[in-house]
T-cell receptor, first 118, second 115 residues
Framework: DAGVTQSPTHLIKTRGQQVTLRCSPI?????VSWYQQVLGQGPQFIFQ???????GRGNFPDRFSARQFPNYSSELNVNALLLGDSALYLC?????????????????FGPGTRLLVL | AQTVTQSQPEMSVQEAETVTLSCTYD???????LFWYKQPPSRQMILVIR??????QNATENRFSVNFQKAAKSFSLKISDSQLGDTAMYFC????????????FGKGTSLLVTP
């Protein structure tokens, strides 16, 4: 079975531009989470979506937005890019079996998109 | 604030030896889950082991086991019979109910397994 896939694998942008990153979850998984991993640090939570609804948001500015589609794939958009947005952006999917589920649901990560802002 | 501390930025172990990676966390919640993830060089993050906070028994997965001390808020990972393929960044993380099901990660420990 295919794991979590992300595209593109690498991206170079300049300050002020906008970027869209894409993620396809494992088949059958209804939840997608996005994380930012700056070099030398652990991943930081950005968003989680379940059934196309935002279920959680980390401490990131409004320049960051996301959405989930009916096929459960997801996009992360970042506007007005800053140098500090350079990072590995990770997508993770999980099953989330119910409305009160999610606790302990293992998140499976994709390979990430490496974004460089010049 | 929920925090995870991994006090060992780098560690080294010889093949076939045992190594323990430390992790402490801080939360006021009572219901949470703990995870160790492994991120090999230029490869994706994979789950090593998970532990439910309400379970007293320490989780084990083949050569990997944890020492979960809830009162001390400590969650260390023991790797037995280390293999070259264990070389990776290891991240400790936890998840609580009111965090939007987000994983809170530590800064990681870089483990090098030498021949």
């Amino acid at each position: 079975d295919a794991g979590v896939t992300q595209s593109p694998t690498h991206l170079i942008k300049t300050r002020g531009q906008q970027v869209t990153l894409r993620c396809s979850p494992i088949s059958g998984h209804k939840s997608v989470s996005w994380y930012q991993q700056v070099l030398g640090q652990g991943p930081q939570f950005i968003f989680q979506y379940y059934e196309k609804e935002e279920r959680g948001r980390g401490n990131f500015p409004d320049r960051f937005s996301a959405r989930q589609f009916p096929n459960y794939s997801s996009e992360l958009n970042v506007n007005a890019l800053l140098l500090g947005d350079s990072a590995l952006y990770l997508c993770a999917s999980s099953l989330l079996t119910g409305l009160t589920g999610g606790i302990g649901e293992t998140q499976y990560f994709g390979p990430g998109t490496r974004l460089l802002v010049l | 604030a929920q925090t995870v501390t991994q006090s060992q930025p780098e560690m080294s172990v010889q093949e076939a030896e045992t190594v323990t990676l430390s992790c402490t966390y801080d939360t006021s919640e009572n219901n949470y889950y703990l995870f160790w993830y492994k991120q090999p060089p230029s490869r994706q993050m994979i789950l090593v082991i998970r532990q439910e906070a309400y379970k007293q028994q320490n989780a084990t997965e083949n050569r990997f086991s944890v020492n979960f001390q809830k009162a001390a808020k400590s969650f260390s990972l023991k790797i037995s019979d280390s293999q070259l393929g264990d070389t990776a960044m290891y991240f400790c993380a936890f998840m609580i109910s009111n965090s939007g099901y987000a994983l809170n990660f530590g800064k990681g420990t870089s483990l090098l397994v030498t021949p």
